[in-house]
């Protein structure tokens, strides 16, 4: 592989973060529309991760001396049929972002660019928790199915997200 195609793998993931941000922001505003007001925050936290991990790789991107390619982002989708839809989309997404990060590691490696390599452990071991805490809310997502008191529950304990 190329440096060439490195250089475009670092932009395709980049632009791949801000259409995560742009879901989980719209995630965050079904959620507001719905005055679980928790599970909106969560969902900002989360668009807010999403911008900075894209801010990493712009960084990188930068610092390496290549151009930064910025994509348009499509309209993300806007509305869900459940709590449990909108949470197995987050769990998808974030599956397909680990499928995405695992190839450009495999890439790196055989391009030779250590550079490369070394930032995107970072990116494998941020996805190996962002499995697990979209896994983990789909769980308490299920459990609750549509009991009311638990998702008022399980909505103020997500307010407190930082």
Do not use: C
Not at 40 to 55: G, P
Request: net charge negative; proline share 2%; hydrophobic share 45%.
């Amino acid at each position: 592989m190329s440096t060439v195609n490195i250089k475009s793998e670092f932009n395709r993931q980049m632009n791949q973060e801000l259409r995560n941000a742009y879901l989980y922001l719209s995630m965050a505003a079904y959620f507001d529309s719905l005055s679980l007001n928790g599970f909106a925050n969560y969902f900002k936290v989360q668009a807010r991760e999403e911008l900075e991990h894209a801010m990493k790789l712009y960084q990188f991107i930068i610092d390496r001396g290549w151009e930064v390619e910025l994509e348009d982002i499509p309209k993300p989708k806007t509305r869900w049929s459940s709590i449990l839809e909108a949470v197995e989309d987050f769990l998808k997404a974030e599956q397909e972002n680990t499928q995405s990060i695992w190839r450009m590691v495999d890439h790196a490696r055989q391009a030779g660019d250590k550079a490369a390599e070394n930032l995107l452990q970072w990116f494998v071991s941020e996805q190996v928790e962002e499995e697990k805490i979209a896994s983990e809310l789909l769980a308490k997502v299920k459990l609750i199915k549509d009991n009311p008191a638990g998702i008022i529950a399980l909505d103020r304990v997500l307010a407190e997200r930082k």
